[in-house]
């Protein structure tokens, strides 16, 4: 079993409380926005914790250091659960249009996104596809309290979802 936590749209903020939920998990997934002091904050904190592992995308703010760490889009196995992550995408049945391709593509069984700062768990049964944002765990935009979530994936089944409010913006 594999415990995720995932989180976007932090902007450059990182505290120690989205630290102490992560520290729970084994791979942590940024849907994008990292902000420079994000992606070095959580090096820092996989080198104190050398069995966990980031996966992400880049986001519309994010520059040069973090599109040479993370792609546009990330399409991985967690387990036998196909992922694909993208910053901007969108959600059931309103995908962004450079999204609709490559969903129809790569069929992910869980796709992830970013940007809107809203939390949204839901399930697309078109594409047979569970959709996540976890809104937002930093402190720019127009978002009233930072989310983020955490589930775990076991074998082909996602499981044991939470979502977790980090407090006001």
């Known amino acids: 079993m594999t415990k995720i936590g995932l989180i976007s749209d932090t902007h450059g903020y990182f505290d120690e409380q989205i630290a102490s939920y992560l520290k729970e998990c084994d791979e942590i997934w940024h849907g994008g926005d990292f902000g420079p002091d994000v992606h070095e904050a959580l090096t820092q904190f996989i080198s104190s914790n050398p069995a966990k592992k980031i996966r992400g995308v880049y986001g519309n703010i994010d520059g040069g250091l973090i599109c040479s760490h993370y792609p546009e889009n990330a399409i991985f196995f967690c387990e036998d659960v196909k992922i694909m992550i993208r910053h901007i995408g969108g959600y059931p049945p309103?995908?962004?249009?450079?999204?609709?391709?490559?969903?129809?593509?790569?069929?992910?069984?869980?796709?992830?996104?970013?940007?809107?700062?809203?939390?949204?768990?839901?399930?697309?049964?078109?594409?047979?596809?569970?959709?996540?944002?976890?809104?937002?765990?930093?402190?720019?935009?127009?978002?009233?309290?930072?989310?983020?979530?955490?589930?775990?994936?076991?074998?082909?089944?996602?499981?044991?979802?939470?979502?977790?409010?980090?407090?006001?913006?």
């Open 94 to 169: 309103k995908y962004n249009k450079d999204t609709i391709p490559l969903l129809h593509k790569e069929k992910p069984q869980l796709f992830i996104s970013g940007h809107s700062h809203i939390l949204k768990i839901m399930y697309d049964d078109k594409l047979d596809c569970l959709h996540m944002n976890p809104g937002a765990a930093g402190k720019q935009g127009w978002h009233k309290v930072r989310t983020m979530i955490q589930f775990s994936i076991e074998q082909k089944e996602i499981k044991d979802c939470k979502v977790i409010e980090l407090g006001s913006r």
